[in-house]
């Protein structure tokens, strides 16, 4: 398809608890970005996969943020044991390549962690 | 990691008024982009221009680039009220994997 489809929209986790959210990139597209925006401001890079395999994870807590992309499934972003600071909205991009081009943006999934 | 910074940070004006922000960036790039952000949605790529051009149009957006100020300028002419929303520059620097955003530029066209 031609658009970026995240679920779910919204994500309500009290703290300790597991999300995970989903991101199908544009059919076609190689490369899928994950950011992560506080406060509507600025937008913090997590993650890059070419295809399924992590090209870029220089972003990632390591320590609780894993991601996934497997072959014909959507892409993953798994968030265990969510903490306060966790809340932002998460967005999925993708593009045919990692420069040169412009990335389709998801609508995002908005995670509240209580 | 290099970040473009947009100035200024919110911008009102008149439905038919033209709106420009600025943005600067740190290092050498590949190309800038400008994204737009309506409330509660993803970003929007509105047009790339690249580090061996110095302006580049789509409709009524003019983008500007100099490399040698490391500064972009985002110019939205006769604006209108649909065009109510935050706009993000983001750098595709040399040797980095992806695109860095800036801040934001809030913008609001008044009816």
């Known amino acids: 398809g031609e658009e970026v489809a995240q679920t779910p929209k919204h994500l309500v986790r009290g703290e300790g608890q597991k999300a995970k959210l989903y991101c199908a990139p544009i059919?076609?597209?190689?490369?899928v970005f994950w950011y992560q925006q506080v406060l509507k401001n600025e937008f913090k890079f997590l993650i890059s996969?070419?295809?399924?395999?992590?090209?870029?994870e220089t972003g990632m807590p390591k320590e609780r943020f894993s991601a996934k992309c497997l072959p014909n499934s959507p892409c993953s972003l798994e968030i265990q044991a969510t903490k306060l600071e966790d809340s932002a909205v998460y967005f999925c991009?993708?593009?045919?390549?990692?420069?040169?081009?412009?990335?389709?943006f998801g609508s995002g999934t908005r995670l509240t962690v209580v | 990691s290099q970040q473009g910074e947009e100035d200024p940070q919110a911008l009102s004006i008149q439905e038919g008024e033209n709106a420009t922000m600025n943005c600067s960036y740190k290092?050498?790039?590949?190309?800038l982009q400008w994204y737009r952000q309506n409330s509660g949605r993803g970003l929007v790529h509105l047009i790339l221009?690249?580090?061996?051009?110095r302006e580049k149009h789509s409709g009524r957006l003019r983008v500007t680039l100099d490399t040698s100020k490391k500064s972009s300028s985002l110019l939205i002419t006769a604006s209108r009220a649909a065009d109510t929303a935050s706009y993000f520059c983001?750098?595709?620097?040399?040797?980095?994997?992806?695109?860095?955003f800036g801040k934001g530029n809030q913008v609001v066209v008044i009816p």
């Open positions: 991009a993708s593009s045919q390549s990692v420069t040169g081009y412009g990335y389709t």
């Open positions: 059919k076609g597209h190689s490369y």
């Open positions: 996969f070419q295809n399924e395999n992590v090209f870029d």
């Open positions: 290092t050498s790039i590949n190309n």
């Open positions: 221009i690249r580090s061996n051009e």
């Open positions: 983001a750098t595709d620097a040399e040797g980095n994997n992806r695109l860095a």
